[in-house]
């Protein structure tokens, strides 16, 4: 039997936030992919190194590797040369090799001494007696890269659940790391509701409009290189809109529609997601976005967002996106599924205080020292979404605070949301 609530109050952000979270678990398949092709995806299995990153010691510059006894020599003859790639011989007493950067030391050699410190000379070098002096000095180890100094064999180098960035594959890649073992791509479902929505490319007709939403969640979910399934617009119809949910739960891991969530006749999407499976959250004390759904179509996570496209922004990175990543297999002990929250100074807070908690819309203006100053945009109305494409983030804005009160907040910076 279908799960119906019936709440006449707002749910907290908070409350929701961790109702929603509870279901938030990666069933997901796993896939072997090249490091090359592995950029934004999700590890299933933690990487293990099976070598030592470097895998012997190397010189960090070009000079001549030696022993710290033969510092002094008056003249210090070159029995080798090394280059990156080759092998080294172990140094005859009281030689030194010329070697450059990248190439492995002789076992016994103590230091490297760069280029610029030596004079080269008939039958080999001598220091330069400035590069010997005790202020300066040369000291046992100096521009001696160690083996095993940046990783070690056996060292666990990312965990379950870390997303791949580019700077994870220069690492991996280090290692000899050829494939990984990541999630499938999480099937993510957008539709959007409303009779009046056309997609451009469309003359507009009276008392139509052309469809942001559609763009505007295709642009967030392939920010988190996640796959689309565009479902489409629904029309304002109870048998369409059953129909349409009904197919996108059979063909995706999880369904997020836009519109049709409030209480109004022409507003089908609630009692659809009732009657095909069951509603646990609706209606947040937030600011834009309240008319925000959570709950399973038949298995199917669902998320409906309101209609107007702020509050499609907002909703989406506050309660989507965290539940998103989490089903992706994002590790939540590293936090990776929440962006980051910098403090700052809002110069123009709200006037009056509101029962919701507010997301404004701002620009930074001044990031000096170490004091952020932010800038609330002139129109925060939910259907204006320019603002956020002038702006920069979104400021936190408590419950029952205003003035003086709400100067004080949390920065969402829209970089660090993907958005």
């Known amino acids: 039997m279908p799960t119906i609530i019936n709440k006449t109050s707002l749910t907290s952000v908070a409350d929701a ?107 080999g070098i001598c220091i330069k007696p400035s590069a010997l002096q005790q202020e300066q000095g040369q000291k046992q180890g100096q521009f001696i890269r160690l083996k095993g100094q940046d990783i070690t064999t056996g060292q666990v180098v990312c965990e379950t659940g870390t997303k791949l960035e580019a700077r994870h594959l220069g690492v991996l890649a280090s290692m000899g790391i050829e494939y990984v073992e990541v999630y499938r791509r999480l099937k993510v479902a957008i539709a959007s509701t409303g009779s009046e929505l056309v997609n451009p490319g469309q003359t507009l007709k009276a008392g139509q409009i052309y469809n942001s939403n559609r763009f505007l969640l295709a642009g967030l979910i392939d920010q988190l290189g996640m796959e689309l399934v565009d479902s489409g617009i629904i029309k304002d119809e109870r048998t369409t809109t059953e129909t349409a949910l009904a197919l996108a739960a059979e063909q995706a891991d999880i369904i997020i529609t836009s519109g049709g969530v409030s209480e109004g006749e022409e507003d089908h999407v609630k009692g659809a997601v009732e009657a095909l499976g069951q509603l646990d959250v609706w209606k947040l004390a937030i600011k834009p976005g309240k008319p925000l759904a959570f709950g399973r179509v038949k298995q199917t996570p669902f998320f409906g967002l309101p209609g107007n496209p702020a509050s499609v922004l907002v909703t989406f990175m506050i309660m989507a996106r965290p539940f998103l990543l989490a089903l992706q297999g994002y590790s939540q002990s590293q936090n990776q599924t929440q962006g980051y929250r910098l403090k700052a100074h809002l110069l123009n807070p709200p006037k009056r205080p509101s029962i919701r908690q507010q997301y404004l819309r701002v620009r930074v203006v001044s990031n000096a020292g170490s004091k952020l100053v932010i800038e609330a945009m002139t129109n925060q109305n939910s259907g204006v979404l320019s603002t956020a494409m002038e702006g920069h983030g979104l400021a936190v804005i408590k419950v029952n605070t205003s003035g003086e009160q709400a100067q004080q907040v949390e920065f969402l910076p829209y970089a660090s949301y993907g958005v």
């Open 17 to 123: 936030q961790q109702q929603i979270m509870r279901d938030a678990t990666c069933t997901l398949d796993t896939q072997r992919v090249s490091l090359f092709h592995a950029r934004g995806r999700v590890l299933s299995a933690p990487v293990v190194s099976m070598v030592d990153v470097p895998p012997a010691d190397n010189s960090a510059m070009d000079g001549y590797a030696m022993r710290m006894e033969d510092l002094n020599l008056d003249i210090i003859p070159v029995s080798q040369r090394i280059a990156a790639g080759q092998v080294p011989c172990v140094l005859e007493p009281h030689t030194c090799a010329r070697i450059f950067t990248g190439a492995q030391v002789p076992s016994n050699a103590q230091l490297v001494v760069i280029q610029e410190d030596v004079d080269v000379i008939a039958g």
